[in-house]
């Protein structure tokens, strides 16, 4: 009886490590043989992954510098993953059928659809059943003599970019990884010889939309003008308190008998802020003209000094007032940051003005300038749309105007047909991308997504 039962468990005891033992050694049996295969000793018995339905194609919407490489998803019936990250294709190029070739790269797992270039092939579904791959150029060894290349020196390559109006041939590798250690792989080249012509595009498609919105402003902007036109006090501009505010500081200095300053920004003449200070400053200047008050602009830019100074002759002469023009009222102050801010704050402190412009594009000088320009009592409107120096102005100065409301300040001061109408168009496009915005976001959230796509690029 004691026999039997060392029997029975030994038998159980022992099967499992058999097993383990048989089954490791087959693995290695197997492994071996693999391994074997790819020396070529033997028929290969690692199952290559071919592409099918390989295209060569003329890369859309470009300046005909590029090529797409297509070939279908889940192509090989041997594979058993959607993709193969053993599985890489090596590209080579000529520009004659028969050679030579030329390596342009390696593609390796995971690879991109054609769904993933939206801007050439849109958003359909189907796109996402083929893989793409964008060929720009590619690798060509220098041209060297006999001798110069030393052994065991790399020869020197170019990088060569594809060039438009060209007929390219392409060429498939297939790689499949079947060791790491040391690394191997099994290499079939295709015998399929793609070719494709490089073409320029006209007309970017993928570009429709933003040629769409821009006529649609366009429209609406030369509409709101021709509106203007015929009726310049029919079209609503909501009050700028700033703006409405400066006829009473220009009065104010007219009875104090004190003059009124004007503060360029530090910006050149060629930006933005600065053409709206100047379009302000020409209405600043002719009021005070009007007044006959005394008015002085400083500058921190020889250049932005000159266009002032006609900028202002200018107005004198529309008021009726040549005479009262001192061109060295419109002065130099400095060309360095802190040293213009010294000077204007000088100029501040002894002269004691009524009223204070600061208008056009600031930095930290802006602190400087409208804390000094507080403490001698005048009344201080500025404009700006840098916003990281709004807040100064805000705290230090009895108006100012934000942002956009120093470009709208010419309209809204001259009431001018072609600046309203732009004003206007302007803010019906900025209500139009509010509601595409918040429509998108609604869609988008419901998981309709074709509304957005039509903005997309």
Known sequence: MRNLFYLIFNFFLLTPCLLFVFTSVFTSVMTMTITTTARGEVDVLVPLTVPEGLQLIDKPNDNGQALMLLWKKNSSANSSAPENDKISYEIIIAENQNGPFFPVGKIIAPFKTKYDFPQLFGYAKENKEYYAFEIKGYTKPNEVKAGEVKEGEKPKTTDVLLSPNVTYYVKVKVLEEISTTPLKFNEKELNEVLSATTKGNWFATNKTNSVLILIFLTVVIMLYIYWAQRNPHGLFIRKIAGLD?????????????????????????????????M???????????????ELKV???????????????????????????????????????????????????????????FHFGYFYAESLLL????????????????????????????????????????????????????????????????????????????????????????
Not at 245 to 274: C, N
Not at 279 to 293: H, T
Not at 304 to 330: C, F, H, L, M
């Open 298 to 356: 400083s500058h921190w830019d020889p250049i932005v000094q000159q266009v002032s100074q006609e900028t202002v002759k200018e107005a004198y002469i529309e008021a009726g007032r040549p005479d009262a023009y001192k061109e060295e009222n419109i002065f130099f102050a400095a060309g360095d940051q802190f040293s213009y801010a010294a000077a204007v704050e000088g100029v501040m402190v002894r002269e004691k003005p009524a009223a204070i």
């Open 279 to 293: 379009n302000i400053l020409g209405r600043i200047a002719r009021k005070i003209a009007e007044f006959d008050a």
């Open 245 to 277: 505010a400066m006829d009473d500081a220009i009065g104010r200095a007219t009875e104090m008998g004190k003059m009124a300053l004007f503060v360029h920004g530090l910006r050149s003449v060629s930006d933005v802020p600065t053409i709206a200070a």
């Open 370 to 457: 409208s804390e000094t320009g507080a403490q001698t009592g005048a009344i201080q409107i500025a404009g700006t749309d840098a916003f990281t120096q709004i807040p100064f102005f805000i705290t230090t100065c009895d108006y100012t105007l934000i942002g956009e409301e120093l470009y709208a300040a010419s309209a809204y001061l001259s009431r001018e047909p072609k600046l309203l109408g732009g004003i206007k168009g302007q803010d019906v496009g900025k209500v139009a991308i509010i509601a595409v915005l918040i429509l998108g976001t609604i869609f988008t959230t419901c998981g309709w997504e074709r509304f957005s796509q039509l903005f997309w690029p």
